[in-house]
């Protein structure tokens, strides 16, 4: 993606390289127009002042006769010759063979033939002067025009890029604290004063705006922790209100069916209670604790107390374990994270499918085989559940991506050669 600095400097750019390639035909046409016109000037002035000077003499025509002898060898780039009658003066252009530099190939020449009278009788005087110099003049002073743009153009390239720096200085000092902002941390941003106007405007409503999302995660989260708390009572009632009505006599089998299918539903209820209490508390931050884990251990142990539901399921389980593998986090949220994982692949597999368990120095990942790829943006969400006849809260995966965020995790989930594998990676 382009940034926005670029953007701009990029049509600065080209609309500068447009007028320069058009300047340079330009000063070409016009210095060339303008030394040639010079060049006419400078023809007639000599004419006219060897038409005046020869006028001047009072010569003989003998005299006469010899004096344009000598000056047609003084002056071989001028012909003054003898003519019947005056003309109109008149001008050309010729491209003529250097004689003296053979190398150098063909000149250009700007002539002027002009008509005049001396003793009673007409002349015509060509004058001719060399335009090769007005090339070389031309390239030159385009060569300087040229150099001294390119300066221009540095110049305000570097100018507006400077200035632009410092103009959007407070834009993307914003921009670096909203990506930065955190919601489940719960603080507000404080941007800085700019003196802009737009800025201004815009920081203010950024607050406004991150202000009420905070107010309205807040309320959210006590209401979540509330209801969980109010609930916990009257759920354990219920329990130990069914608990008593299947332990009375007499009840009939259908009676005991009912009580057991409520008292399923009842154990679900908790469980999801209990979940988003502790979703709750790992938000407050209320598992601040830190210390170091030995990953490998704990996932052994984890592995061998669920060794009675991996052989319900007959499940072969494989394992690639590297020995002391030890991170750094909170160890109640790090068992209820490989509880999570290991009872979520569990759950998920069929009958004699396999479990592979693989822990690295910076990768923990469990995978089991499956048909087709899970719904990975609902995988990691609330109430979530890839599977409508799932047994599960909906809450297990939701509860592993807030302890990886609490502690700088980063999980995943990818299908890949007819296994689904879960990977939590850490630095």
Request: charged share 20%; aromatic share 10%.
């Amino acid at each position: 993606m382009n940034k926005l600095l670029n953007k701009s400097m990029r049509s600065f750019v080209l609309y500068a390289g447009i007028v320069l390639a058009c300047s340079i035909p330009a000063y070409y046409a016009i210095i060339d127009f303008i030394w040639a016109h010079e060049l006419k000037e400078h023809n007639r002035i000599v004419s006219a002042t060897t038409r005046q000077n020869l006028q001047a003499l009072s010569l003989t025509d003998k005299e006469l006769s010899e004096t344009v002898a000598l000056w047609n060898k003084l002056q071989p780039e001028t012909q003054l010759q003898p003519v019947a009658a005056l003309r109109p003066d008149s001008t050309y252009n010729i491209y003529r063979k250097n004689k003296y530099i053979p190398a150098k190939g063909w000149d250009r020449f700007q002539g002027l033939v002009t008509y005049f009278t001396i003793n009673g009788k007409v002349f015509r005087l060509t004058q001719e002067v060399n335009m090769e110099e007005s090339h070389e003049t031309i390239i030159a002073i385009a060569g300087v025009a040229f150099l001294f743009f390119l300066i221009l153009l540095g110049g305000l390239i570097f100018i507006n890029k400077r200035t632009s720096e410092k103009l959007w200085r407070p834009f993307y000092s914003s921009l670096q604290k909203i990506q930065s902002f955190d919601l489940h941390r719960q603080y507000a941003i404080e941007f800085e004063k700019t003196g802009i106007e737009e800025f201004e405007t815009l920081n203010h409503h950024l607050e406004k705006l991150i202000a009420g999302n905070i107010a309205v995660y807040k309320q959210q989260k006590e209401f979540t922790q509330n209801a969980s708390h109010e609930l916990q009572t009257p759920l354990s009632i219920v329990k130990f209100k069914l608990d008593l009505l299947h332990q009375s006599k007499p009840i009939t089998d259908e009676q005991s069916a009912l009580i057991d299918e409520a008292h399923q539903s009842l154990s679900k209820v908790t469980r999801i209670n209990k979940n988003l209490l502790l979703l709750a508390k790992i938000e407050n931050s209320q598992f601040s604790g830190k210390e170091a884990i030995n990953l490998s251990a704990l996932l052994e142990k984890h592995i061998s107390l669920l060794d009675d539901f991996l052989e319900d399921k007959q499940l072969q389980v494989i394992k690639h374990i590297a020995p002391d593998v030890v991170l750094s986090g909170n160890k109640t949220l790090t068992e209820i994270l490989l509880t999570n994982l290991i009872m979520n692949t569990v759950r998920h597999s069929q009958p004699k499918d396999t479990v592979t368990i693989t822990l690295k120095t910076h990768l923990l990942e469990i995978s089991n085989t499956g048909a087709m790829p899970l719904e990975e943006k609902m995988l990691f969400r609330r109430f979530g559940t890839s599977s409508p006849n799932t047994t599960g809260t909906g809450l297990g995966l939701a509860i592993v991506r807030q302890i990886c965020q609490l502690h700088g995790w980063q999980e995943s989930y990818r299908f890949e050669n007819g296994f689904h594998l879960f990977s939590i990676a850490w630095a």
